[in-house]
């Protein structure tokens, strides 16, 4: 399953957000509260941690890119899918 990393809603109004660097690259796992990735308001550094644990598969938005509350920074993949179709093969002794 995907878990989207977003723009938090820091309470800035109309400032200006920017992405100034990411903290892990992609392929890294990451743990849910690990800081991913650091953004820039004026005069403020704030740091979005996960909000679950996974493989960080993509990243959405390129350092120095403008951002507002909600926008899509990146995926994690928990690896998991689901319940198994599968049935489970019997062993025999």
């Known amino acids: 399953m995907r878990i989207a990393l977003v723009v938090p809603d820091l309470g800035t109004g109309q400032e200006p957000?920017?992405?100034?660097g990411w903290l892990?690259?992609?392929?890294?796992?990451?743990?849910?509260?690990?800081?991913?990735?650091?953004?820039?308001?004026?005069?403020?550094?704030?740091?979005?941690?996960?909000e679950g644990s996974g493989t960080l598969v993509e990243l959405t938005k390129a350092i120095?890119?403008?951002?507002?509350?909600?926008?899509?920074?990146?995926?994690?993949?928990?690896?998991?899918?689901?319940?198994?179709c599968e049935p489970e093969s019997d062993l025999e002794s």
């Open 24 to 50: 892990v690259d992609e392929g890294d796992l990451v743990l849910a509260g690990e800081r991913v990735v650091e953004l820039l308001l004026p005069g403020i550094t704030f740091e979005v941690a996960a």
């Open 17 to 20: 957000i920017r992405l100034s």
């Open 64 to 84: 120095d890119s403008e951002l507002v509350t909600g926008d899509l920074l990146g995926w994690l993949d928990d690896g998991v899918e689901g319940a198994s």
